[in-house]
């Protein structure tokens, strides 16, 4: 345990992060999730709607640094491929 004053604060910081990051962690993984589940599905109508929403996502966790930026840009180019293929 620390025991200098800003240690405790920096363990405090570090522990309201790592939630925070668990929590994104989490929402990326599930919209990454149902969007993929809509293309085995076929259905482009709602891989368009959870396509903007896992590009809201992945844009917040970029912006947290929870994933890189470029990570975050190579896994909607991709995934935006992947529906345009299933529309043609």
């Known amino acids: 345990m620390p025991q200098r004053l800003a240690a405790k604060r ?7 992060n790592n939630s925070r990051n668990i929590a994104l962690t989490g929402k990326v993984k599930q919209a990454v ?12 109508a709602e891989g368009k709607t959870s396509l903007q929403a896992l590009h809201s996502v992945l844009d917040k966790a970029a912006k947290k640094s929870l994933i890189h930026p470029n ?18």
Do not use: H, W, Y
Request: hydrophobic content about 35%; proline content about 0%; overall charge positive.
């Open 33 to 44: 999730k149902k969007f993929k589940s809509d293309l085995t599905a076929k259905n482009a």
């Open 71 to 88: 990570k975050a840009a190579r896994q909607k180019s991709r995934l935006t491929k992947a529906l345009n293929k299933i529309k043609a």
């Open 10 to 16: 920096a363990l405090r910081k570090s522990k309201r």
